[in-house]
């Protein structure tokens, strides 16, 4: 079992930058891959960006591309989202989650990959 906790988000006006921050408890992530996902009222869930184990390799949706910047510390079991010159577009409630087989990198924008998921934080962007 793994335990996720998503922190870190708040109402920001456009243009500003919020830090996301996902804890997980219950077994290290050290060797799994981590993903951020968004949910906007009316919409279907949405891949944001995702981070192998190692943290060499990353993925990120087009839309976040050069503003987002997803990482990890596995020493302390957290991944992060650094998201800068935020949109109206992003408002959602973010979620982070988990993809426990080891070393897996197959296909990290696909929800059907991940195995445990955070309750989510809400992210809310004003014009």
């Known amino acids: 079992q793994v335990q996720l906790v998503e922190s870190g988000g708040g109402l920001v006006q456009a243009g500003g930058s919020l830090r996301l921050s996902c804890a997980a408890s219950?077994?290290?992530?050290?060797?799994?891959?981590m993903g951020w996902f968004r949910q906007a009222p009316g919409k279907e869930r949405e891949f944001v960006a995702a981070?192998?184990?190692?943290?060499?390799?990353?993925a990120y949706v087009d839309s976040v591309k050069g503003r987002f910047t997803i990482s990890r510390d596995n020493a302390k079991n957290t991944v992060s989202l650094q998201m800068n010159s935020l949109k109206p577009e992003d408002t959602a409630v973010y979620y982070c989650?988990?993809?426990?087989?080891?070393?897996?990198?197959?296909?990290?924008?696909?929800?059907?990959?991940?195995?445990?998921w955070g309750q989510g934080t809400q992210v809310t962007v004003s014009s």
């Open positions: 981070m192998s184990w190692s943290g060499g390799n990353t």
């Open positions: 989650a988990a993809d426990v087989t080891a070393l897996s990198w197959s296909t990290p924008s696909s929800d059907s990959s991940y195995d445990y």
């Open positions: 219950g077994r290290t992530i050290s060797w799994f891959a």
